[in-house]
């Protein structure tokens, strides 16, 4: 059995299922050992009185014990024959557990299902897990956008900073294995900023922006791209990111998009979604989400 491991978080019964179904899919391809972990937690500092330390524990051990008795039958059923482990958790903030409370090395990825709704994309942990997460984090789309199962890499090749390059060294590294083993096609997605007010002012054509534009990237990467033979898989568009990349996807059929996160921090990170972001918030297909090295 591989040694690296899959974690399974779980927010909400209501979604458990489409984590879990992802999690028996990687596990049975890879011979791998499933954690699962699933949270709870009720802020008590609002209650009109105050709670003994015994009522606490009470209280935790009630609801905890709840979940789990929600969760067991479904995690049997869609993991037969799989090697699994499950646990609960009296956690305000999944993300910190995952960043303090484990050793995030015994894993491979992070698997969750993402919330899709009418009014967002992404709950509130995802996008904590999304900023902050120290491994892969892989979120499975509980409503399918497309049955195929093709895969598109969103790449930054005009950068020569190293932090970069290995980056995307990464992500196609992540995609060629997903690939393989899904049997079915890699592909990646570089976007040549053009300034929407430019454009429309005519000063900045497209298509001169994609004459040659390979050749005009920094050697390091388009030495990346030679070296996966991904020269007639990689599409360069013009345009912004946000909206190239959702675009390529539905004309390639990817069921997974692979995103490099540029690791922001701070009180920014909460303010000002990056790149990455943008691209999320239009995409209803699965994420995989790759942290810096």
């Avoid at 509130?124 to 509980?142: G, N």
Wanted: aromatic share 8%; with cysteine; net charge negative.
């Amino acid at each position: 059995m591989d040694k690296k491991k899959l974690l399974v978080l779980i927010d909400s019964v209501e979604f458990a299922k489409t984590s879990l179904q992802h999690a028996k899919q990687k596990a049975l391809q890879g011979n791998k050992h499933i954690d699962i972990v699933a949270f709870s937690f009720e802020e008590t500092g609002n209650i009109l009185f105050s709670l003994s330390p015994e009522q606490l524990l009470s209280l935790q051990d009630k609801c905890l014990s709840s979940l789990r008795a929600q969760l067991e039958p479904l995690i049997s059923a869609e993991l037969e024959g799989c090697s699994y482990t499950f646990q609960t958790a009296w956690h305000e903030a999944p993300e910190q557990w995952l960043n303090e409370d484990i050793n995030t090395d015994d894993y491979e990825m992070v698997i969750k299902t993402r919330h899709i709704d009418s009014d967002s994309q992404f709950s509130e942990l995802d996008w904590q897990l999304i900023r902050f997460t120290p491994i892969a984090l892989y979120l499975a789309a509980d409503n399918k956008w497309r049955k195929h199962t093709n895969i598109l890499a969103a790449l930054d090749l005009a950068s020569e900073k190293t932090a970069k390059h290995k980056l995307n060294q990464s992500i196609i590294k992540y995609g060629l294995a997903y690939a393989q083993r899904t049997d079915c096609e890699f592909y990646a997605g570089y976007t040549v900023y053009i300034s929407p007010i430019l454009r429309d002012l005519g000063l900045v054509f497209s298509e001169e922006q994609l004459v040659n534009a390979f050749e005009k990237l920094p050697q390091s990467q388009q030495q990346l791209i030679i070296d996966n033979n991904l020269r007639d898989k990689l599409y360069i568009k013009a345009g912004l990111p946000e909206q190239v990349i959702p675009s390529l996807a539905a004309k390639l059929n990817a069921d997974l998009v692979i995103i490099g996160s540029v690791g922001n921090v701070g009180i920014k990170a909460k303010l000002i979604g990056n790149t990455a972001e943008k691209i999320m918030r239009l995409l209803k297909t699965d994420l995989l989400i790759l942290p810096p090295n």
